[in-house]
């Protein structure tokens, strides 16, 4: 069973930044994966960005490229999503997830089925 906990949301303005935590207890290894998803009232979720805890090797959603990243410590106990140019469609809820890192490769971010644990979210609110 592993625990995830999410900080950092918050309001801000449009064009402002924020940066969310995620940590992980419980049987957590390194090797794994964690990956943020966003969900939006009345929509499904959205995967953001994922990292391996192995490899360091991150992938980031089209939709935030150039203006998220996800980064790791503490062994991979520890992810981060570093948000900049916010605009009002980053707001969401957003979620920490973890899944298995088998072969050096994440779960798809267009399958939150594939990912094992949740974190309970925090809400991000950009205001125009």
């Known amino acids: 069973q592993v625990n995830l906990v999410e900080s950092g949301g918050g309001s801000v303005p449009a064009g402002g930044s924020l940066r969310l935590s995620c940590e992980a207890s419980g049987y957590v290894y390194t090797g794994g994966c964690m990956a943020w998803f966003r969900q939006r009232p009345g929509q499904g979720r959205e995967g953001v960005a994922s990292?391996?805890?192995?490899?360091?090797?991150?992938v980031i959603a089209a939709s935030v490229k150039g203006r998220f990243t996800i980064s790791q410590a503490n062994a991979g106990n520890t992810a981060f999503l570093q948000m900049s140019g916010l605009t009002s469609d980053d707001t969401a809820m957003y979620y920490c997830?973890?899944?298995?890192?088998?072969?050096?490769?994440?779960?798809?971010?267009?399958?939150?089925?594939?990912?094992?644990?949740w974190g309970q979210g925090t809400q991000v609110t950009v205001s125009s």
């Open positions: 997830t973890r899944g298995s890192g088998a072969g050096g490769y994440c779960p798809s971010l267009e399958k939150p089925i594939d990912w094992a644990y």
């Open positions: 990292i391996h805890t192995g490899t360091d090797g991150a």
